[in-house]
């Protein structure tokens, strides 16, 4: 059955990085419950055939105020992006959702291997969150790559988490092309390689996440073993 469509008032826009956004939206008519990793869609009122259905994940737990928080990266003339961009406290934009399979096993899981780029890493982060909220963080790494230093996402977060969680490890990496680099690759093989059991959950465009889950499979990782969300 589709979800059903409802208008959403901006609540505010804050810059994290010099390219990404945080934008927090408040459900008008009833709220949005989701389980982290899930997204939902915005319907935007521009490109060749409006509305531009755009989908973006849920970057926070839920809330008891019902709010919803996204994050998004200015995509150099990104249609959706841009209109984003523009929006004001007290505008409205319709949406729809949560949708996704993007979501922490039931099972208890050994190792959770967490893999994301710049934006890719918005619906790990509400994982991280949800998780260490309720003191049931796993044995957890999490791969973190950002196109520039100045672009790493949650850098601070990640970092104080791992500060303060001995079961998490934070692994930032810094790469302007999507290709996943060798120190990135050698890590996975540490962890994963060997029938060494651990859940593999990627996020981000194709282009970086794809070749992932090969090295994973390659490792001996069936292909519905390794999660997968891919955001072009
Ligand atoms: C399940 C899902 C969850 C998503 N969650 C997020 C999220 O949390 N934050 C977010 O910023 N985006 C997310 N996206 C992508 C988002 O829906 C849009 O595709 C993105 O904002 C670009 O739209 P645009 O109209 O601005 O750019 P378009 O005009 O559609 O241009 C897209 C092109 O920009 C490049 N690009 C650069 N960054 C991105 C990006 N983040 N996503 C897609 N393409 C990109 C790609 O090469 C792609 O070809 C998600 C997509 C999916 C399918």
Redesign the pocket.
Known sequence: MAEPTQLAEIVSLTALTPHTTELVLRPVESPLPFTPGQ?ISLQLPVGDHPP?N????LAEPPAPSGHLT????H?P??????YLSTLKPGDRIPLTGPY?HFVLPEAKTQHLLLIGRY?GL?PLRCMIRSLAKQDTLPSTTLIAHAPTPSEQLYHEEFTALAASQSNFRYLPFVSESADAPVGTVEVIKQLAGNGRRVTPMIAG?KAFARPLRSLFMDLGFDRREVKL????
């Open positions: 997204w531009l755009r989908a973006y994940s996204l994050v998004f990266d995509v003339g990104g249609k959706g992006s841009g996704g934006s918005v465009i969300e891919t955001y072009d």
